[in-house]
Every structure is written in structure tokens, then in C-alpha cells.
């Protein structure tokens, strides 16, 4: 499957933006989805996290602030982000983890948050 995300941009601090994931596919049958991101100098990391049972993570950097959603009839998810800090800024990627054990990534969106 084929992953694109899209929405990032750049905000200020304590604004909002949505990112969405589509995915070429059905990701109905996906046993997991979710959003990692990179910021420059660092390893990618988990952000949020969606199992096809509905089971939801969040890294604790973004617990409160972040929501992951999915929406099955449009092959997408997203990434509902608040209260935006500037160490939130990095490329996010979009990944899907088949049953088959495929995995597939987006080639990422930028989000900066700055002033």
C-alpha cells in the first residue's frame, strides 16, 4: 500500500494543525497504523499509534495534546495536533503494518512550529 501524508505546515506555538495520512488501499484489514516522526539530529520515534482492534498509543510527549483517528471508509488516518510546541517540530511519516507483516511508509510532511 501506498502511503501519503499531507497538512503539515508551519504554526506557532500553542496553534493547531491536522495531518492525514491516505492510504492507497484498505486499511481496514491493517493490524496497525500510526505516526512517527524525525527532527533534525534525532532518531525517529513513535507518536501515536492505532491497532486495527482500536487500541490507541500515544507517546508521552504528545498524551493530552495529540489525537490519532482513523476513518476506514476513506483509507485515512490523522494526526489531530494542539497546543503545538516548537520541540514538536519534525518531518512526520505516516506507517502501515499488514498482517502479512508488509510495512509501508509515507515519504513524510513537515511541520515546523515556530514564532
Known amino acids: 500500500v501506498q502511503l501519503v501524508e499531507s497538512g503539515g505546515g508551519l504554526v506557532q506555538p500553542g496553534g493547531s494543525l491536522r495531518l492525514s495520512c491516505a492510504a492507497s488501499?484498505?486499511?481496514?484489514?491493517?493490524?496497525?497504523m500510526g505516526w512517527y516522526r524525525q527532527a533534525s539530529g534525532k532518531q525517529r520515534e513513535l507518536v501515536a499509534g492505532?491497532?486495527?482492534?482500536?487500541?490507541?498509543t500515544y507517546a508521552d510527549s504528545v498524551k493530552g495534546r495529540f489525537t490519532i483517528s482513523r476513518d476506514n471508509a476513506k483509507n485515512t488516518i490523522y494526526l489531530e495536533m494542539n497546543s503545538l510546541k516548537p520541540e514538536d517540530t519534525a518531518v512526520y511519516y505516516c506507517?502501515?503494518?499488514?498482517?502479512?507483516?508488509?510495512?509501508?511508509w509515507g515519504k513524510g510532511t513537515l511541520v515546523t512550529v515556530s514564532s
Open positions: 488501499g484498505t486499511i481496514f484489514f491493517m493490524k496497525a
Open positions: 492505532i491497532r486495527g482492534g482500536g487500541t490507541i
Open positions: 506507517k502501515s503494518d499488514a498482517v502479512s507483516g508488509m510495512e509501508s
